[in-house]
């Protein structure tokens, strides 16, 4: 056979020649025999050093609960029903597993791996070995790792049911180092990648991972991105990651959070640990919360964001355009702006479809609506709700009981959380709208 001088999975070995390749679940549990037919033991696992791009395995771990393992240099053949070595037994050199070297089969298999392309979690079901001779030596070197059903099969003993399907490989030059025994494998641009993709996705592919690999992917995120995603989660997958999160990083995200989804959370953690997120937020962000955390569940009070945007009524359309432009980043919704008096007590509605129609030297107080629509904090959410379903509004102010100034807005989504916790069931859908049909 030609030698060869790259694989798609090996890098840097220069010219070598293909004596096999394998896969761990075939080579696993294989009899190990000396040249003089003498059984020695059976591959139980192999030890791997992974100091460059490519890791290299070491050794045969041959028996169970014993750490010391026949080189792979003393490798002569690997046959489909025995590993042959080239020394006797009494000639065979046997050495440690030394500190910068892992198991394969203990620290790799089932390892979790982010598929970018198909948003999801999945884990390696197999690892595809090459055994490759060069000028000096021979090697046996990971090539790819398996993540697909078929590579499942093969561990179960079914390979022979999923013949037709092709193998779902992950070649090794796309995986990053392993820096830790205990974390994921990473593939390489994925940091670029991340950064693309929808935070509802990022969400979903954190709720996979396990709890121990959650908080490890969440520190390699930036803080806002952190936060669009855990806006996204299950409120118990929220708690349980805020939990074994630094707390610093933890009260971070929580500062890039809508106030209203951070008191909800807050308020389902321990006094004494919401307490120290909350000392640990900006003042002024943590304020916000606690003022929400006060009001009671199932008020309007509860489920308002503070996060709006307020104008000015003598402002004029081409300026509350400039305004807008400054403040969107930060508000909950820009469909509708908020005209406020001196005393923050509202005074019209101006919805961005009038804003962009309207002159650009007309005021506000000239184009706003003054028919208002709006509720009280104390408010029930059976109230809120029937007010947007009636008027169809994607969001609605919430006023202040006794002095009637403007303390937030609820958006019709988070009335759904509320009273739809299933909104992913058509069926508790249209049960919804039949039955606000039947109230009018």
């Known amino acids: ?43 139980r696992d192999l030890a791997i050093r992974w100091e460059g791009e490519i890791p290299k395995v070491t050794g045969m771990k041959y028996v169970k609960g014993v750490q010391a393992h026949i080189p792979i240099s003393h490798i002569k053949e690997i046959r489909p029903d025995r590993i042959v070595l080239k020394v006797k037994f009494a000639d065979c050199e046997f050495i440690p597993l030394q500190p910068h070297e892992i198991y394969m089969g203990k ?28 000028a000096e030596k021979r090697f046996l070197v990971p090539a790819a790792v398996d993540i697909g059903l078929r590579g499942l099969a093969r561990r179960l003993g079914l390979e022979f049911l999923f ?28 940091r670029s990648q991340l950064d693309q993709l929808h935070p509802a996705d990022l969400a979903d592919l954190i709720e996979d991972l396990d709890y121990k690999t959650r908080t490890e992917f969440i520190e390699d995120l930036d803080v806002e991105t952190a936060a669009e995603a855990f806006a996204e989660m299950e409120l118990d997958t929220q708690v349980e990651i805020l939990e074994h999160l630094d707390s610093r990083q933890a009260s971070d995200i929580l500062e890039e959070m809508p106030p209203d989804e951070a008191a909800d959370l807050l308020g389902e953690l321990p006094e004494e640990k919401s307490d120290e997120l909350l000392n640990l937020m900006e003042p002024e962000e943590a304020q916000e919360v606690r003022e929400l955390m006060d009001y009671e569940e199932g008020t309007a009070g509860a489920l308002m964001t503070t996060e709006y945007i307020a104008l000015s009524p003598d402002l004029t359309v081409n300026e509350a355009i400039s305004r807008l432009r400054q403040l969107a980043a930060e508000a909950e919704t820009i469909y509708y702006l908020y005209v406020l008096d001196e005393k923050r007590r509202l005074r019209g509605v101006v919805s961005l479809r009038e804003l962009l129609i309207s002159e650009p030297v007309t005021k506000l107080q000239d184009v706003m609506r003054t028919r208002l629509i709006q509720v009280h904090a104390h408010d029930g959410v059976e109230e809120v709700a029937d007010l947007l379903n009636k008027y169809g509004l994607l969001a609605i102010p919430v006023a202040g009981d006794e002095d009637g100034k403007m303390l937030g807005i609820i958006t019709v989504d988070d009335v759904l959380e509320i009273l739809i916790p299933d909104r992913s069931s058509f069926e508790t859908f249209s049960n919804f709208f039949t039955s606000k049909r039947a109230m009018k």
């Open 1 to 43: 056979m030609k030698p060869k001088t790259n694989h798609k999975g090996i890098r840097g070995l220069g010219k070598f020649q293909i004596l096999g390749e394998y896969f761990f679940s075939q080579l696993k549990g294989r009899p190990i025999y000396d040249p003089e037919e003498r059984r020695l033991g059976q591959l």
């Open 107 to 134: 620290w790799l298999m089932d390892k979790q791996i982010i598929d970018l392309k198909g948003s999801k979690v999945v884990r390696v079901n197999d690892i595809k070995l090459i055994w490759i001779e060069t």
């Open 163 to 190: 013949k037709r399907r092709e193998n779902h490989l992950v070649w090794w030059q796309f995986i990053q180092h392993l820096e830790e025994k205990t974390a994921s494998l990473k593939l390489t641009g994925e």
